[in-house]
């Protein structure tokens, strides 16, 4: 070591940039790492905004005009009067017709009322399914039919079941004596959403299922064996071990399912057609663009649909840091 | 602090084979009773039936006297530590160990009590408001050790509680169980499938090999008067040697035996007379055979391969046709080397002899001379059915 420093000495000006050029190799190797990663992502990232950014933003454009559908080329600026504009003392706009508000309404009662019914009945079968029983496999390849099926078809079929005359639902309500005369579950106002919660219940209790088995089946047998010795009933350890474990799964399901529930349009489309009674926000945008031909409207409509899908994921994604960091602090 | 009685426990699944087969067993009130045999032998099962976990198939279990076979593991009062500790992730170290106690209702300030006592046993006070994701494996050993106790059980079971732990863990934990014994006072029923563990943790250990006992006894009972070749070969590390011969003659004090190579050893064993002319074969333990010199000593053998531990040394003696090699264990450092013949002998005190079944002829009391025979020395426990095993090799 000293016999080489010596001999060195003369060199000394040379001999530092081995020494400076390490860190700086490694510098190097990892922005080298970094444009490799970048690389990678660039086309997902191409690809995305191709298919979601520049529609968005299309979508953002028209909605400040007053194109029509078609002859979407010539439009002038209208500025937020698709939103909202004050006229001779009236409103219009997106924002001032009853109707959307009516889709609103009806939108989130949907959300709602589907979605709980596809999490209370999702856990039902999450929880059979995790039990050992003959034909275990069958079952689990079976209740996965409802969800391999196209929403036309899914909507086509409940529509013929819920048909007031011949449909196999009044049908066996009226055997079994429950109703004395036939319903009219599609056009009846009252009836029609529920006939559109039932036809999507059953057609993804099948995904909030398998979402909630995946969690299940993370968690070690043993410890509900070491509840049993702690003396946890059934429900105990449900409420108290299942529960809390499965919850961080079960948000994300629930996140995936109101997403795709604030979206609906196929099913209600295909089982109820235009009726008020059961229109969609994404309804509503569908037929401002295409039935009335009003592409600056429809594409307001539309971008009051994204940021309302937004806005509710963003809560559900705040909500679910905020209860991490609840957990974290308390530890 | 309970008794805990089984009488002629069964367990089978379906119709398949009995995995516990009619088990009578007495666990004395403060008793450390450790079940001990190779897997799939149905100790953990045993264990499980036992905490409530598992339906008894059939006989009856007796906690103080009560029958409990139809109660539910916390109407049985037992407290368990489980193999893979089984904590529960979401709670904290005091959540887990309150968790029994919130379910049975306990007001608040006596959970507190209970937990901080166990927690205090235990060296757990600095670690009560962590996760059990946040402890090291020995923390969390313990935390699973604190949950049991908090439950104040008549009996504790513990199921392979330390198969997870490194080795110098294991060591710790091994003390800390045998302490906490020693301070508790209470019934523990223990499984492993070590047996260091159950020598250095047992006031008796029941050695179990297919569902049946095999044997039950104190650990120097096991280790002086193996009941069969199972108990005698499972017993002791490295196993026990077993040289095959006839016998040749009997008697009420001494017994004749040769060997396969022809010579003869008149040991120390009782053996009827009905047994002579019949194969029999000659147990000793590797530490118990004693080296000569190539002229002097009765038997010969080359050595296959040394190992050295650094405070005692292996040698592996050719047996010749008769299979797996035989040990010889010295507690001294050895320049013996691989290759080489060397001399040794047998010292007749120190044989086991067991007839064709495996089933051991019963020798004189060694060591203090307390008379051990094997079953006679412990009136609770008898024995549902002889014990049998299969003839090794």
């Given at each position: 070591?000293?016999?080489?420093?010596?001999?060195?000495?003369?060199?000394a000006?040379?001999?530092?940039?081995?020494t400076?050029?390490?860190?700086?190799?490694?510098?190097?190797?990892?922005?080298?790492?970094?444009r490799?990663?970048?690389?990678l992502?660039?086309?997902?990232?191409?690809?995305?905004?191709?298919?979601a950014?520049?529609?968005?933003?299309?979508?953002?454009?028209?909605?400040?005009?007053?194109?029509?559908?078609?002859?979407p080329e010539?439009?002038?600026?209208?500025?937020?009067?698709?939103?909202?504009?004050?006229a001779?003392?009236?409103?219009?706009g997106?924002?001032?017709?009853p109707?959307?508000?009516?889709?609103?309404?009806?939108?989130?009662?949907f959300t709602?009322?589907?979605?709980?019914?596809?999490?209370?009945?999702?856990m039902l079968?999450?929880?059979?399914?995790?039990?050992k029983?003959?034909?275990?496999?069958?079952v689990?390849?079976?209740?996965?039919?409802?969800?391999?099926?196209p929403?036309?078809?899914?909507?086509?079929?409940?529509?013929w079941m819920f048909?007031?005359?011949?449909?196999?639902?009044?049908?066996?309500?009226?055997?079994?004596?429950?109703?004395?005369?036939?319903l009219a579950?599609?056009?009846?106002?009252?009836?029609?959403?529920?006939?559109?919660?039932?036809?999507?219940?059953?057609?993804?209790?099948?995904f909030?299922?398998?979402?909630?088995l995946?969690?299940?089946?993370?968690?070690?047998?043993?410890?509900?064996?070491?509840?049993?010795?702690?003396?946890a009933?059934?429900?105990?350890?449900?409420?108290r071990?299942?529960?809390?474990?499965?919850?961080?799964?079960?948000?994300?399901?629930?996140?995936?399912?109101?997403?795709?529930?604030?979206r609906?349009?196929?099913?209600?489309?295909?089982?109820?057609?235009?009726?008020e009674?059961?229109?969609?926000?994404?309804g509503?945008?569908?037929e401002?663009m295409?039935?009335?031909?009003?592409?600056?409207?429809?594409?307001?409509?539309?971008?009051?649909v994204?940021?309302?899908?937004?806005?509710?994921?963003?809560?559900?994604?705040?909500?679910?840091?905020?209860?991490h960091?609840?957990k974290?602090?308390r530890? | 602090?309970?008794?805990?009685?089984?009488?002629?426990?069964?367990?089978?699944?379906?119709?398949?084979?009995?995995?516990?087969?009619?088990?009578d067993?007495?666990?004395?009130?403060?008793?450390?009773?450790?079940?001990?045999?190779?897997s799939?032998?149905?100790?953990?099962?045993?264990?499980?039936?036992i905490?409530?976990?598992?339906?008894?198939?059939?006989?009856?279990?007796?906690?103080?006297?009560?029958?409990v076979?139809?109660?539910?593991?916390?109407?049985?009062?037992?407290?368990?530590?489980?193999?893979?500790?089984?904590l529960y992730?979401?709670?904290?170290?005091?959540?887990?160990?309150?968790?029994?106690?919130?379910?049975a209702k306990l007001p608040?300030?006596?959970?507190?009590?209970?937990?901080?006592?166990?927690?205090?046993?235990?060296?757990?006070?600095?670690?009560?408001?962590?996760?059990?994701?946040?402890?090291?494996?020995?923390?969390?050993?313990?935390?699973?050790?604190?949950?049991?106790?908090?439950?104040?059980p008549?009996?504790?079971?513990?199921?392979e509680?330390?198969s997870?732990?490194?080795?110098?863990?294991?060591?710790?934990?091994?003390?800390?169980?045998?302490?906490?014994?020693?301070?508790?006072?209470?019934?523990?029923?223990?499984?492993?499938?070590?047996?260091?563990?159950?020598?250095?943790?047992?006031?008796?250990?029941?050695?179990?090999n297919r569902?049946?006992?095999?044997?039950?006894?104190?650990?120097?009972?096991?280790?002086?008067?193996?009941a069969?070749?199972?108990?005698?070969?499972?017993?002791?590390?490295p196993?026990?040697n077993?040289?095959?011969?006839?016998?040749?003659?009997?008697?009420d004090?001494?017994?004749?035996?040769?060997?396969?190579?022809?010579?003869?050893l008149?040991?120390?064993?009782?053996?009827?007379?009905?047994?002579?002319?019949?194969?029999?074969?000659?147990?000793?333990?590797?530490?118990?055979?004693?080296?000569?010199?190539?002229?002097?000593?009765?038997?010969l053998?080359?050595?296959l391969?040394?190992?050295h531990?650094?405070?005692?040394t292996?040698?592996?003696?050719?047996?010749?046709?008769?299979?797996?090699?035989?040990?010889?264990r010295?507690?001294?450092?050895?320049d013996?080397?691989?290759?080489e013949?060397?001399?040794?002998?047998?010292?007749?005190?120190?044989?086991?002899?067991?007839?064709?079944?495996?089933k051991?002829?019963?020798?004189?009391?060694?060591?203090?001379?307390a008379?051990?025979?094997?079953?006679?020395d412990?009136?609770?426990?008898?024995?549902?059915?002889?014990?049998?095993?299969?003839?090794?090799?």
């Amino acid at each position: 070591m000293t016999h080489n420093s010596e001999s060195l000495l003369p060199s000394a000006a040379v001999a530092p940039p081995p020494t400076a050029s390490a860190p700086g190799r490694k510098r190097s190797l990892q922005q080298r790492r970094a444009r490799a990663a970048w690389v990678l992502v660039a086309p997902a990232l191409i690809l995305l905004f191709a298919v979601a950014g520049w529609p968005l933003l299309r979508t953002l454009f028209y909605s400040f005009t007053d194109a029509a559908m078609d002859t979407p080329e010539e439009y002038n600026f209208v500025g937020l009067a698709n939103y909202l504009d004050f006229a001779d003392g009236e409103r219009f706009g997106v924002l001032a017709d009853p109707l959307w508000w009516q889709a609103v309404g009806n939108t989130l009662w949907f959300t709602a009322c589907s979605v709980s019914l596809e999490l209370f009945f999702g856990m039902l079968l999450a929880l059979l399914m995790n039990e050992k029983f003959r034909g275990q496999g069958l079952v689990r390849a079976a209740i996965l039919v409802p969800w391999a099926i196209p929403t036309i078809v899914t909507a086509k079929m409940w529509g013929w079941m819920f048909h007031d005359q011949y449909g196999v639902i009044n049908d066996l309500l009226l055997r079994v004596g429950l109703i004395e005369t036939p319903l009219a579950w599609i056009a009846e106002p009252t009836l029609s959403m529920w006939a559109v919660v039932i036809a999507d219940v059953w057609k993804t209790v099948p995904f909030m299922a398998l979402m909630l088995l995946a969690a299940l089946q993370m968690i070690p047998s043993d410890l509900y064996e070491a509840a049993r010795v702690d003396g946890a009933t059934a429900w105990q350890r449900f409420r108290r071990i299942t529960l809390p474990l499965i919850m961080p799964a079960m948000i994300v399901a629930l996140i995936f399912r109101v997403m795709d529930a604030l979206r609906v349009f196929d099913l209600i489309y295909v089982l109820t057609s235009n009726s008020e009674a059961t229109i969609s926000i994404s309804g509503y945008a569908r037929e401002q663009m295409v039935s009335f031909q009003e592409m600056g409207v429809g594409s307001a409509a539309s971008v009051l649909v994204f940021m309302m899908v937004a806005g509710i994921a963003a809560c559900f994604l705040w909500i679910n840091r905020f209860s991490h960091e609840g957990k974290e602090a308390r530890e | 602090m309970a008794q805990l009685t089984l009488e002629k426990l069964n367990k089978r699944y379906g119709d398949a084979a009995q995995v516990i087969k009619a088990i009578d067993l007495q666990v004395n009130s403060g008793e450390f009773v450790v079940i001990v045999g190779p897997s799939g032998c149905g100790k953990s099962t045993l264990l499980r039936m036992i905490a409530g976990l598992e339906d008894i198939s059939g006989g009856n279990m007796y906690i103080d006297g009560t029958r409990v076979n139809d109660d539910t593991p916390s109407e049985r009062g037992i407290g368990m530590v489980f193999q893979s500790y089984a904590l529960y992730p979401h709670m904290s170290v005091y959540e887990n160990m309150a968790f029994g106690l919130q379910l049975a209702k306990l007001p608040k300030d006596e959970i507190a009590r209970r937990v901080e006592q166990s927690a205090r046993i235990l060296q757990l006070e600095p670690l009560l408001q962590r996760r059990p994701k946040d402890l090291s494996g020995g923390q969390r050993q313990r935390v699973a050790i604190g949950r049991a106790i908090a439950r104040e059980p008549k009996l504790f079971l513990f199921d392979e509680p330390l198969s997870n732990l490194d080795a110098a863990l294991r060591v710790q934990m091994r003390m800390e169980i045998a302490a906490l014994h020693r301070r508790l006072k209470s019934t523990i029923i223990y499984v492993t499938h070590d047996q260091v563990e159950a020598m250095t943790l047992a006031q008796r250990i029941v050695v179990l090999n297919r569902g049946n006992v095999e044997q039950v006894g104190t650990p120097l009972e096991l280790y002086d008067h193996p009941a069969n070749e199972f108990v005698a070969q499972f017993i002791g590390s490295p196993k026990m040697n077993l040289l095959p011969g006839t016998l040749v003659s009997s008697g009420d004090t001494e017994s004749v035996v040769r060997l396969w190579h022809g010579k003869q050893l008149t040991v120390p064993i009782a053996t009827p007379a009905s047994a002579e002319g019949t194969k029999v074969k000659l147990g000793i333990r590797p530490e118990h055979i004693e080296w000569g010199t190539v002229a002097d000593a009765p038997y010969l053998a080359d050595v296959l391969f040394v190992e050295h531990m650094g405070n005692e040394t292996y040698h592996y003696l050719d047996s010749g046709k008769l299979g797996e090699p035989w040990v010889v264990r010295n507690s001294r450092r050895s320049d013996i080397a691989a290759g080489e013949t060397v001399g040794y002998s047998l010292p007749p005190e120190h044989c086991h002899l067991f007839d064709e079944s495996g089933k051991a002829f019963a020798r004189r009391a060694v060591g203090n001379g307390a008379s051990c025979l094997p079953g006679m020395d412990a009136p609770p426990i008898t024995f549902a059915e002889p014990a049998r095993t299969n003839v090794m090799h």
